[in-house]
């Protein structure tokens, strides 16, 4: 395997890459300008923190208020959720229903005498009054079911005067998460898809690009000469490896500049970047699969979105807002694995060395 | 007849429903110019993929400086220099960069790599639009530099499959200069070509092949 062969192959890639308008465009034009308006639309630029309209349905009949409304006064100061009061379930549903609010919490009438009954002996459940607050929430707002419930969850907590710690407290929230969002922005939690969004779209540059030198005679021409089919698969996967990491780092400043301020070390970003390598590995096989079956450069277009599609839709932030059935078939997917240890390791704090994070790298280094 | 750079013996290529090349024998000298005429779909082009490795024959033997075409691939690459039939060139690439592309694929050192490409490109007239794009060229510029590329490693043997087809009259003489200029250093050069006014200029002989017969020699 000659070094000088590989290298001039990755030269040439990377200048094409650079040269040719509509490849610059997908690679790296396209997932800056998507990273752009995602970013502002989701809450980055100049937009502040999120707020979110939530309908209450006050049904606590316990003659002391307070509970209740200590829990409203407390949502309210967290200025995260705007409260609209609804006298009866039904006409909170049907404002949920038309999109006027993003999420319905019903409070129970034993909600004051469960809180009574926890201030009384907080460390002895057997004494409390357990409850359930239920809560409905817009499946169309991606935001909204991700941060709604453990900010209720949350300030729950807060008036009960129970620390994180504590093991438990009688009030349950239904489809309560237990990822504290306090800190973070709606960008955060679609960030990590879009690392893996920018690069599926390889498989397109990488299926155009072969079938495009097979049809005008260049695969032939460098078949004809001593370059060996390792270092010319040698110099596709270091070329686009590198394409990658561009994309990769240009995704990040984007999305850094947008607002996205993961609290991890460098470790994780390092790691994160080692995923995205390994996936661009997985792409780059994808479009050879196209390239092989393409009979031409448009075709291998076309054929490309068999594989693009269900990775964008299946296994990146888009995935997270589908039905559960979606999801399931997402495990199938490499860039689902990708999203989901990008998640872990930026939103759920694990580290590299976590199960979850290794079994999701293997997964991708398997594709 | 001098030593032989090319020994074809009984090559055949049979599809399912068509024989593209049927029971070719045939030597070509050291420093020769071998012509192959023949219409479109005759098994002019079908000969010289065979013969640099790109297609399996179903029949026969061929051998290029004594190296088997299918035993031996890698040594005949080293030997060998393509012009295909379509104008390959990187079209995103200057004119040099196509050049010193294929250098180093070749694995042509440095130093000797810049003094060919100056050579080359000054003889087929393309030094002054070396840096420009080739996708910028015209049509006879595009030709003449993919022939250059078939020609950087300094071949013993060159295939060159209609390497003056949709050429202008300025750029086919140019090219036959520097045909004949090659066949001085006693290069061997197999030429596919559809007019025979090329093969009287330039070739030592000329073999006709039809419906992959070598019909005349």
Not at chain 2, 56 to 84: F, H, M, N, R, W
Request: glycine residues 8%.
């Amino acid at each position: 395997m000659k070094a000088q062969r590989i290298l001039a192959l990755t030269k040439k890639e990377i200048k094409k890459t650079v040269r040719e308008p509509p490849v610059l465009f997908m690679i790296f034009i396209f997932p800056i300008v998507f990273v752009f308006a995602f970013g502002a639309s989701f809450g980055g630029v100049g937009a502040g923190t999120p707020v979110y309209n939530v309908g209450v349905v006050n049904m606590d009949q316990g003659n002391l208020e307070n509970a209740s409304q200590t829990l409203l006064t407390a949502l309210s100061g967290t200025k995260i959720i705007n409260l609209h009061l609804y006298s009866d379930n039904q006409s909170a549903q049907n404002a949920l229903s038309q999109g006027s609010i993003q999420a319905v919490m019903i409070i129970p009438v034993d909600f004051s005498q469960s809180f009574t009954s926890y201030q009384a002996a907080p460390s002895n459940p057997s004494s409390w009054t357990n409850t359930t607050i239920s809560l409905y929430l817009d499946k169309g707002s991606l935001t909204a079911t991700q941060a709604v419930p453990p900010i209720i969850q949350q300030t729950l907590t807060t008036i009960a005067g129970q620390t994180q710690q504590a093991p438990s407290n009688p009030f349950q929230l239904q489809t309560a998460s237990l990822v504290n969002v306090e800190s973070h922005s709606a960008l955060d939690f679609i960030a990590p898809g879009m690392f893996t969004f920018a690069s599926i779209f390889l498989i397109m540059m990488v299926g155009q690009s072969f079938a495009n030198d097979r049809e005008n005679g260049m695969m032939k021409r460098i078949r004809v000469t001593s370059t060996t089919p390792t270092e010319f698969m040698a110099s596709q996967v270091v070329s686009y490896m590198g394409i990658a990491l561009i994309q990769a780092a240009l995704v990040f400043v984007m999305t850094y500049a947008l607002g996205f301020r993961p609290a991890v070390g460098a470790t994780s970003y390092l790691f994160a970047f080692v995923l995205v390598l390994v996936f661009s590995l997985s792409n780059v096989g994808f479009g050879l699969i196209t390239a092989t079956i393409a009979k031409s450069a448009s075709a291998a277009t076309g054929l490309s979105f068999l594989f693009v599609l269900p990775q964008l839709f299946l296994g990146t932030f888009v995935g997270a807002s589908l039905s559960s059935g979606a999801q399931v078939a997402g495990k199938f997917v490499p860039s689902y694995y990708v999203t989901d240890a990008l998640t872990s390791l930026f939103l759920r704090g694990a580290s590299v060395a976590s199960l979850t994070v290794l079994l999701d790298l293997a997964a991708v280094s398997i594709s | 007849m001098n030593e032989s750079a090319i020994v074809i013996q009984n090559l055949g290529k049979k599809y399912p429903d068509v024989t593209a090349l049927d029971d070719l024998s045939l030597r070509v000298a050291k420093g020769e110019l071998f012509g192959l005429l023949g219409p479109n779909g005759a098994g002019k082009t079908t000969t010289i993929n065979i013969l640099c490795g790109l297609l399996k024959p179903t029949d026969g033997t061929a051998q290029i400086c004594g190296y088997d075409v299918q035993k031996d691939a890698s040594e005949v690459k080293e030997l060998i220099g393509v012009c295909v039939q379509e104008t390959a060139i990187y079209p995103y690439l200057t004119g040099a960069e196509n050049v010193d592309l294929f250098g180093d694929l070749y694995a042509v050192n440095k130093v000797e790599l810049a003094k060919r490409r100056e050579n080359l490109l000054s003889k087929m007239g393309l030094l002054e639009d070396a840096k420009r794009r080739a996708g910028k060229y015209s049509g006879g510029m595009k030709k003449r530099l993919s022939l250059i590329l078939a020609l950087i490693n300094d071949p013993e043997v060159a295939f060159l499959d209609d390497p003056t087809v949709a050429m202008d009259p300025q750029s086919r003489h140019a090219v036959w200069d520097f045909l004949k200029e090659l066949k001085k250093e006693n290069k061997t050069i197999i030429l596919t070509t559809h007019y025979m006014e090329e093969a009287e200029e330039l070739c030592d002989r000329v073999g006709i092949i039809d419906h992959g017969k070598l019909i005349a020699l």
